[in-house]
């Protein structure tokens, strides 16, 4: 099922990696595994409160959902929507599960937050930090999406060759996404700052078709991309495939504190949903149905194929918080605050929460699953 909150904002209704073993991965993730505990202690250290049960659980999406039936993409989460995994875990117990998808992306998303209409998210790093910032309390809860691609599209005769020669020119992106913070990373990486190309603030579908009608002379933005350079229309100037991981974007899921204080059993159900959902996802042999899945939102199989190739489904679909994955979301705060995004500096520490996580791995026995990368986005012992 998914609905509208706003007719405006939102919709509803290779082979197998091997990991290197050493002694210093396996110090990781005693480290990220510290304290952790299965589902049951951790229920004992909640009291009461435990066994309470919502009758709904509201999940936001920052993408619109599309096709038939409505499906969106990237995610594993929405591999678990689309299997109605979610729905299965809480039938049990009665409870209902609406899902909303927001047109708007991150900032509708945080719109709905503020209102008290959701109470799980799946959204990008700027977004949920600008929201934090400005005193919506959320805990993030697992990682999914991470490191997905940008891409730079200039019209095919263009005379610009690299990044460099987008300064004093007309470049797109749409802002307060996550796409927002790799851009103005990109930029600075090749000597430009945002006061030196003139950003245009357009959503997809805004600069899919002004980059058709050349009214602008760039675009940074995703995959979307790819289809007009199919037919022609534009010429891929940059795009961050097998380029440093910083310039990718990031997502998670989080979980509003009033939620989680007062239905903390539920909160570890949907964590461990969404892990299950995550190892499946991940899982080589489910690699072509998780493709055509997503492809069902839009987004031709043949350009997930493209994005993702050369790249384990284990990278992409990861839910841990890992060294590289933190720092990320501390350099993202950081930035925001720079640049004036966001009201203040955050502790990202604080602001993640992974009791959940730890939990969901530990009965799942999946604490050694996936991989543990270095802040630098090596992976750990390379």
Avoid: C
Wanted: net charge positive; no cysteine.
């Amino acid at each position: 099922m998914g609905a509208y909150l706003g007719a405006s904002e939102v919709n509803y209704t290779s082979a197998p990696m091997t990991l290197p073993h050493n002694p210093a991965r396996r110090a990781a993730m005693r480290g990220i595994a510290r304290h952790g505990l299965g589902a049951a202690a951790l229920f004992s250290t909640f009291g009461a409160a435990a066994s309470a049960r919502p009758d709904v659980i509201r999940i936001g999406v920052a993408q619109p959902a599309t096709g038939t039936p409505p499906t969106f993409a990237g995610s594993s989460l929405s591999i678990a929507h689309a299997k109605g995994w979610v729905e299965e875990a809480f039938k049990p117990a009665g409870t209902r599960v609406e899902w909303f998808f927001f047109k708007g992306a991150g900032p509708a998303v945080n719109e709905a937050l503020a209102n008290r209409q959701l109470d799980f998210a799946l959204q990008g790093d700027l977004p949920a930090i600008v929201a934090r910032a400005a005193g919506i309390k959320t805990k993030l809860i697992l990682a999914t999406g991470v490191r997905a691609n940008i891409y730079i599209g200039v019209p095919p005769d263009s005379p610009l060759k690299s990044v460099t020669d987008l300064r004093g020119k007309r470049v797109s992106l749409f802002k307060g996404t996550n796409m927002h913070l790799p851009a103005l990373r990109l930029l600075e990486s090749n000597g430009l700052t945002d006061k030196d190309v003139r950003l245009l603030n357009l959503d997809t579908a805004g600069y899919l078709a002004a980059l058709s009608t050349r009214d602008i002379d760039a675009a940074i933005g995703a995959m979307d991309i790819l289809r007009l350079r199919d037919k022609g229309a534009v010429r891929i100037l940059y795009s961050s495939k097998n380029q440093s991981p910083i310039y990718t974007r990031q997502s998670h899921v989080l979980v509003t504190e009033d939620f989680s204080n007062r239905y903390p059993e539920a909160t570890q159900q949907f964590v461990k949903t969404a892990v299950e959902a995550a190892r499946w996802a991940s899982d080589e042999s489910h690699r072509e149905e998780v493709l055509r899945t997503w492809a069902r939102a839009g987004t031709p199989y043949e350009h997930w194929k493209e994005d993702f190739d050369g790249e384990p489904l284990r990278v992409r679909l990861n839910p841990n918080f890992d060294p590289f994955l933190v720092s990320r979301y501390k350099d993202a705060s950081e930035q925001a605050f720079r640049f004036r995004l966001s009201r203040a500096r955050i502790d990202v520490d604080q602001w993640i929460d992974q009791r959940y996580l730890k939990a969901a791995l530990n009965d799942l026995s999946l604490q050694s699953y996936w991989p543990i990368y270095q802040p630098n986005g090596k992976i750990l012992g390379a």
